[in-house]
């Protein structure tokens, strides 16, 4: 156990200590940004359950187990119906799992690819559904540029009030570190959500008083005098060199492919573009105080309605409504939104909706057979009319022809 490295995040007047393996550190670190680069702009966010021990105030996380998400709202992580019911079976599954054996629910993490380190109200809707019991947390990751990250724990406190604007303290990850990477479970673990386990490590020392977060590789003060944060790893032996051949290939390799997220890039200040459907319509809504808005000169949304592909200009008095609403035709609806620049830049982001097929699709073999029959009836009718116009011209025919034959006869056509 002496080799197994601990963080803590603990802050005055917090009723909660978390402790925590640098593993499971890495496990999230590579779950977060497996998410945020899968889109070009923002990426999506994901989510995953805490497990570990708990020792009176201190909880202490030793493994994760990742949250499937659907994403059916956008690329936040918002829990669908269908999402929740298999959180629901995730949870009484994990626990007769036997790699789980002796842990406990310690709460959950997600990340905001969009947002700051807080909590919506679709987060805390999720925390007080499923991790509502008083020690259980809420740890918020906000990834960036060139793999920096950040964090924030969220407690609740001893009443049950929960600070959800913003954490009692944010801390940087730290830099993947060798003792962590040669126990990082390979990607093959991540694809059937079998998180590694950790034997219980020795309890640590934390001061109640202590504010300062401490992790190997974080700018912090050192320790204080009453004793470290972290079980020191034993010296290393001639036997791991291989282990830092290993590891030397592997950063080289990781540079070479993520070199283009390493070049600086100005920051620009994100549209965060969103699509719902309300009473039967598509919402589809941006910041409209975001400085690309607030600055644009013109802008445009093109919308892919299925096979259907549709352009709408937007003025800034539009873009500064931060709505448009859109009656879709399909279930599969993309959405592109593009803001022009002062100095000609183009600030450009994505966003999607997947729903069920709308009402009036459903309704279409219903209507194009009304419409088959209207069309049979009007031609019985105009079948009618010509008949009856046949007869009319027979009947004065035949009455022309009687005159004919009465006035040759002497009889006058007249006479009754």
């Known amino acids: 156990m002496s080799d197994v490295k601990l963080g803590s995040w603990s802050v005055t007047g917090s009723p909660i200590v978390i402790e925590y393996t640098l593993v499971v550190i890495e496990e999230i670190r590579q779950a977060v940004i497996e998410g945020f680069q899968r889109l070009s702009r923002g990426g999506i966010e994901v989510g995953g359950v805490l497990y570990g021990a708990r020792d009176g105030r201190t909880v202490r996380v030793l493994a994760m187990r990742p949250i499937e998400c659907e994403h059916a709202r956008g690329p936040s992580f918002a829990l669908s119906d269908a999402d929740q019911a298999a959180l629901r079976a995730q949870l009484a599954q994990d626990e007769r799992d036997p790699r789980l054996q002796g842990m406990i629910c310690l709460g959950w993490f997600l990340s905001h690819t969009r947002t ?53 303290l944010e801390f940087n990850f730290p830099e993947r570190a060798a003792s962590a990477v040669e126990r990082l479970p390979s990607r093959e673990r991540y694809a059937d959500r079998r998180p590694s386990v950790l034997p219980l490590p020795e309890p640590v020392s934390v001061p109640a008083e202590s504010t300062q977060y401490e992790v190997p590789g974080f700018a912090q003060p050192a320790p204080a005098a009453s004793g470290p944060l972290f079980v020191p790893a034993p010296p290393p032996s001639r036997r791991k060199w291989p282990w830092l051949a290993a590891w030397l290939l592997l950063t080289i390799a990781l540079v070479i492919f993520s070199i283009r997220y390493l070049v600086p890039q100005p920051a620009v200040e994100p549209i965060n573009l969103a699509v719902s459907e309300r009473d039967g319509q598509l919402q589809i809504e941006w910041n409209h105080l975001a400085k690309p808005v607030n600055l644009a000169t013109s802008g445009s949304l093109e919308i892919v309605d299925g096979t259907e592909r549709r352009t709408f200009s937007l003025t800034p008095q539009v873009l500064t409504r931060g709505n448009f609403v859109y009656l879709r035709n399909s279930a599969d609806v993309q959405v592109r939104m593009t803001v022009d620049q002062p100095d000609g830049a183009k600030v450009e982001e ?52 009687m005159r004919i034959l009465q006035t040759r006869l002497g009889i006058d056509p007249d006479k009754k």
């Open 350 to 401: 994505a966003s999607r909706f997947l729903g069920r097929a709308p009402a009036k699709q459903e309704q279409g073999g219903e209507l194009d057979a009304l419409k088959a029959r209207r069309d049979e009836l009007e031609a019985e009718v105009a079948r009618l009319r010509r008949e009856n116009g046949q007869q009319v011209q027979r009947i004065q025919q035949l009455d022309r022809t």
């Open 116 to 168: 700051e380190i807080n909590l919506s109200e679709t987060d805390q809707q999720v925390y007080s559904t499923f991790f509502p019991a008083p020690w259980q947390v809420t740890l918020v990751v906000r990834p960036g540029r060139g793999g920096s990250m950040r964090g924030g724990f969220f407690v609740r406190e001893t009443d049950g009030a929960l600070k959800s604007e913003q954490s009692y």
